[in-house]
């Protein structure tokens, strides 16, 4: 069974520092995605990046990119210049396409039990 | 802009009461999801359906059935409202072979059974 871990329940940065936000995770799988999800206090779930697991190169969105380590089963996310709307539940979670899912995997997303980011102006 | 609905957006349950969350999508998804969302843990799977006419449960489906009669529409209901299922709970679609493969939620509907 896939599992994602968030080994730190909280973190804090700075307004204008950086801060790294850790994920592992577990699969035999050899095609699947990784994300990272942002959730604000209106509990919206907001995509903020995405890393297929084919691709060597790592995603990067403006400020925030990820340092996925594929034989580590790691995957890392890097907020830059952090800034005070990036307070929120951060949650990595992970996918088996489902064109290559089998049994009842179907595409479902497995979540992390997510970190929570305070940013200190 | 639609994207993924949910309706009610909040609802206040007694104990054994039964209700239907609705959620909509406009994207002509294929799959759909039903998640529910505890304090301080991430999201865990309800039921899905990978297309019209189809369903099947996740990880935590007891106290709930689902139906998808239509391929936009996917239902949850509670027959008989218990207060362990007070959370937050989430619809979420995608594509069966989308571009990323990127899976869209719901603004979320709060639940609360009494």
């Known amino acids: 069974a896939q599992t994602v871990t968030q080994s730190q329940p909280e973190m804090s940065v700075q307004e204008a520092e950086t801060v790294t936000l850790s994920c592992t995770y577990d699969?035999?799988?050899?095609?699947?995605?990784l994300f990272w999800y942002k959730q604000p206090p209106s509990r919206q779930m907001i995509l903020v990046i995405r890393?297929?697991?084919?691709?060597?190169q790592n995603a990067t969105e403006n400020r925030f990119s990820v340092n996925f380590q594929k034989a580590a089963k790691s995957f890392s996310l890097k907020i830059s210049d952090s800034q005070l709307g990036d307070a929120a539940m951060y949650f990595c979670?992970?996918?088996?396409?489902?064109?290559?899912?089998?049994?009842?995997?179907?595409?479902?997303?497995?979540f992390g039990q997510g970190t929570i980011l305070t940013v200190h102006p | 802009n639609a994207g993924v609905t949910q309706t009610p957006k909040f609802r206040v349950l007694k104990t054994g009461q039964s209700m239907t969350l609705l959620c909509a999508q406009d994207?002509?998804?294929?799959?759909m999801y039903w998640y529910r969302q505890d304090p301080g843990m991430g999201l865990r799977l309800i039921h899905y359906s990978v297309g019209e006419g189809t369903t099947a449960k996740g990880e935590v489906p007891d106290g709930y059935n689902v139906s998808r009669l239509k391929k936009q529409n996917f239902l949850l209901g509670l027959e008989s409202a218990a207060p362990s299922q007070t959370s937050v709970y989430f619809c979420?679609?995608?594509?069966?072979?989308?571009?990323?493969?990127?899976?869209?939620f719901g603004e979320g509907s709060w639940l609360t059974v009494v």
């Open positions: 979420a679609s995608s594509h069966n072979r989308a571009s990323g493969n990127t899976i869209y």
């Open positions: 699969t035999s799988e050899s095609d699947y995605y």
């Open positions: 994207m002509n998804h294929e799959y």
């Open positions: 979670a992970y996918r088996i396409p489902p064109t290559n899912a089998g049994g009842t995997s179907y595409g479902k997303l497995t």
């Open positions: 890393q297929e697991a084919y691709k060597q």
